[in-house]
C-alpha cells in the first residue's frame, strides 16, 4: 500500500474526512460536493493491491480510483471504487498512518446505516469527551455492529492518539441515498463551518449518481464480454 | 497477528478464560456475563488477518471484534465474531505467548457440545493432576474429538508449561443455549468463587442474543447487497 | 516480471506505444500492422506470471506471448494474450522503469471505447499541455471510466515524470473491429509520420483475425480436452 | 511444519511405522493396535498448516491430531485426520528429517490397495536388497501407482540414505477394512516379533471405527450447521 | 523447484529431449520407448509443487513421477502427470539450468498437433541455423500457436545460448496416439542414428496405454472416493 502525494501543500492542522463508498453512498455524496463546492485540489492517490486497473477521466486526464483532495484546512479521501474489505483493516492503519504527519486535528469518518428513511444522524466517536461533544449535533449511536471504515479507522486513530468521530446517516436502503449525504453535509456545515450548499447536492447527485451508474455498467460489460469471448487471445 | 493493549493492569496470577464463540455461543454468554457482572475493563484487542471489518459500538465507542476484558485476577477473552477455523492453532499460540508474561495461574477453556439437553458441564484438562482436581465440579470427557479452540488451547498451554482446563457445556443444538451457558457459569462460580448472578444470565442472554442476532443479519444484508448493485462502482 | 531484452538498439528517444489487446482488439491491430509495415525487430519480451504458456511461432521460431519489437524511433508493445487485470498496475509501473533508461519522447497507449460504430478516437492525456495538442488530432475523453491499460499507464508515466497520451477509438462492440484499428493508425500517421497504409490494414487484419481465432480455438480445446480426460496421467 | 517433542526417550536403533490414514484405513488400523498393545507412550505431535483444528481427548487430556507413539524399539506415526494431499511431499520429507537423528533402523510404510477382497499384503522397499529381502514375507508390488504417503516417504528416505519399506495390504475397497489391517500386522508380527495379538485386533477396530466414525459425523455437523446458521455472528 | 540427481554419470555433450505428456501423448510415447529400448539409466527426479503426490512402481521401488533417463550422450526426460500450466514457464527455465553443466550438444522438444490424422512431424527451433537444419527432416511449422513445455523450453533455451529445437507431430487427437509417437520417433532415429525399433513401439504402446490408463483410473477412484466418505478421519 502507498500513497502517492502529487501535490504539495501547507497543511494548518486540517480536518481529514474519509468519504469512501458505503450503504447508500452517502459518504461519496457528501464527500464529492465537498470537493467541487470548495474547489479542493487533487492531493494524490492511493496504490492498493486487488482493486480493479480502472480510471476515472475528468476533463482528458485520468486519475485512480482512490484518491485524496485538499485544500490547507482539510483532506476529503474519496473512492470510485469499493474497497474490497478485507483490505479495511490494512488501509485504515495506512491512513493514519499517512497523515499523521499533517499535524490533524480529527478525522471525520462517512457512513450509512439502513433504516427505510433518511433523517436522522448518528454519532460515534474514539473517545469520551468527543462522545460529549457530538451530542451538539447529532444523536449518539448507542449499540450495535457498524462495517466497513468508519469503526475501525476510529479504533486505528485511537491507538496512535488521534481524535476521530464517526457520521453516520440514515440511508433508505443501500442504492444512493441523496437525502442522507444531504444530512451529512449538514451536520458537517455545523460542525465546521463549511459552507456547501445543501440543496445544489442533491439534484446535482442524482445527475451524478446516474452518470456513474451508467459508466460502471458499461465498464463491467466490457470486461466480462471480452474475457468471455476471446479467453486467451485479446 | 497482534494484541494492542489499551488498560495497563497490575495483574495478580490471574485466571485466563478464554470465550469466544463456539456451539451453542455457552462460552460467549457466560463470558459476557462475567464482563458484565464484574465490571471488568476493555483490556485491548486481537488484530487477525481475515476476520470481517466489523466493530461493535457501545455508547458511541467502537471496539474491535475480538477483545480482552480484565480485573487485576481475571481476563476474559470475547469474541463477537467466529474465529475462522484455520486461524486457530496460530491464536492459540498467539494467546499462550500474549498472556504469558502476565504470570497467569490457570488458563479456562469455555465450549460446547451438542447433546440434545443442557444439563451436564464436561471437563479436560493439560495435566493428570488438573483432572484429578477437575473431578470435585465436573464429569471427565473421556474419549471423543473436541474442535475449535479449547483443545488447542490446552496443548499449547501444555507445550509452555501452563495449566490449563477446558469446560464443556451440554447444549440442545448448534443455537444459542442460555441454558449451556448458565452451566458453565455455575461451575465457574463454585472453582473461583466468581460470585456471577446466573438466574439473571438467562433472561439477559435471550434478549442479547435477539439483538446482536438482528444486527448481524442487518449487517450481512448491506454487505451483499451493495457487492450484488455496485460491483465496481461503490 | 522481468524483461529480456534479445536485441541491442541505439534508441533516438523513441516514441514507446502501448498496443495491448483489449476493446475490439483496436490496440493490437493497429501495432500489429505497424510492426509488420515499419518492419520493426523483435526487441524482447516480459515475463509475467500468470500469463498462459503460449508461444506464437513465426516463420519456425517460437515468441512468447508478451512481447516489444522496436526501430531507433519506436518501440511497439503487443500481446497475443490478455493481460490478467490484476497484473495491469504492476506492469503499467514495470513498462515505466524498464523503458525509463531509453530516454522516451512520449509513452502513447492505444485502447477502445464501445460506441456501436467505429468513427471517432478520443484522447487523454497526464499533463494538461498535451491535452491542448491532443486537440489538434482528436476529440478529447471528458468524463468517465477508463479501463485496462490505458488509463493505468498514464498515471505511472506522470508519477516518474514521462508524457503520455491515450488514444481511444470508438468501436462497434467487444469484437476485433479493424476499422477502428485503422482509425487509430490514421491519427498515429498523423501525429508521427508514421506512414503505415491503413486500407491494407484493414483487409489483413482481417485476415489474421481469422486466423489467430482458430489457433486459440484450436489452442483451447487442446488444453481443455486433455485436462477432463486425462487428469491425472498425461 | 514443526515436531513438539513431549517425552524424551533413548531410542536404540528402532524402527519407525508410518501408519497414517489410507485406503481401508488398513495403516491406521494396525498402527492403533500396535500403540494399545504394546503400550507405547506419547512421544509428541506434528503442527502442519491447514490441519483441521481437531483435538482427541482421551480420559480427559485433548492431544493434537498428527501423533507419534514410541518404546525405544518403535516409533509409530498416527492421525487421526487424513493428511491434505499437497502436503504429503512436505510432511514426507519432514519425518525423515525429524527422526534420522534417532539413528531409525527401517522405516516402514503401511497402505492399502483396493482389490475387491482382503487378502494379499504387497511389498515395496527402496533399495533392491530390501526387495529381496520382503520377498520372504509378501508379494513384491512389480508395476503401478501407489499414491499417498507410502512412495513418498521411502523416496525421502532413498535420498538421504535410510532404509525404507512400504506394506501394502488388499482391501475390499476404500472403507474401513479391519481383515487388510490384520493382515498387516501379521507380516509386521513375523518381520520384527512385536507379538501383537491380531484377532483382538479385528473386534477391537470394528469398535473403534464405530466411535470414529460418530464422532467424526458429530464433528462435521457441528462445524458446518454453525457456519450456516451465524456466518458473522458466531 | 529441485533436480535430486540419484545417478553420478559422465557425460559427453548429450542431447536431452523433454518427452513430457502433452497432446495425443506422443512425447511421453516416444521417450517411453526410448528410455527402454536404449536402456537409458535412472538419472534422478525433479520435485515440482502441486504435483500430485503419486509415485510409480517399477519391480518394487517407487519413483517420483517426474524423472528423468540417461546415459552419457541422452537424457530423456519424462513424466507419469501432465505438468500443470502454470509452472511451465518456471520449470522450463529450471531444466535449462539444470542441465547447463552437462555441455548439452542441443535441446529436443517432443510435442503434438492435434490434427485428425498421424502422419507429418513439424519442427521448430530457436535459431535460424537450426531451421535450415530441420528442413532436412521435417517440415517446418510456419505460424501458429504453440502451448505446453515446447516453445517455452525453446524460449528459455535460446535466453541462456543453447540450441534447442522441438518436433511436434501430428496427433488425431488428444487421445493417446502411439502411430504419432513412432512418427517422432522416426525422425530421431534419422536425426540422431537412436536406432530404436519403431513398429516394437506401436504395438507395446498401446498395451502401455491400456495399463497406465487403468491404474490412473484406479487412483483416482480411490483419492475422490476416500474423500467423500471420510472427509475429516481417514
Request: proline residues 6%.
Amino acid at each position: 500500500m502507498k500513497f502517492i502525494e502529487k501535490e504539495k501543500i501547507e497543511f494548518k492542522n486540517p480536518i481529514i474526512i474519509e468519504a469512501f463508498p458505503g450503504t447508500g453512498l452517502v459518504g461519496s455524496i457528501a464527500g464529492f460536493q465537498i470537493i467541487k463546492e470548495l474547489k479542493l485540489k487533487y492531493l494524490g492517490y492511493f496504490e492498493i493491491d486487488r482493486i480493479p486497473p480502472l480510471t476515472t477521466v475528468e476533463e482528458g486526464i485520468p486519475y485512480p480510483p482512490v484518491r485524496a483532495y485538499a485544500n490547507e484546512n482539510l483532506i476529503v479521501l474519496f473512492s470510485d471504487v469499493i474497497i474490497p474489505p478485507f483490505k479495511i483493516n490494512e488501509l485504515a492503519e495506512f491512513i493514519v498512518e499517512t497523515f499523521s504527519n499533517k499535524n490533524p486535528k480529527l478525522f471525520v469518518s462517512l457512513g450509512g446505516i439502513i433504516a427505510g428513511k433518511s433523517e436522522k444522524v448518528y454519532g460515534i466517536a474514539n473517545k469520551e469527551n468527543l462522545i460529549e461533544d457530538l451530542k451538539n449535533y447529532v444523536e449518539i449511536f448507542d449499540f450495535g455492529v457498524v462495517g466497513g471504515m468508519s469503526g475501525n479507522l476510529l479504533v486505528k486513530c485511537g491507538d496512535k492518539g488521534f481524535d476521530a468521530i464517526g457520521l453516520l446517516a440514515e440511508t433508505v436502503g443501500v442504492r444512493p441515498d441523496p437525502r442522507g449525504g444531504a444530512n451529512l453535509l449538514d451536520v458537517l456545515n455545523k460542525m465546521f463551518n463549511l459552507n456547501v450548499n445543501v440543496e445544489k447536492l442533491i439534484k446535482e447527485a442524482e445527475a451524478i449518481e446516474n452518470k456513474l451508474k451508467e459508466l460502471a455498467e458499461q465498464h463491467l460489460k466490457m470486461m466480462s464480454k471480452s474475457r468471455k469471448e476471446y479467453p486467451m487471445y485479446i
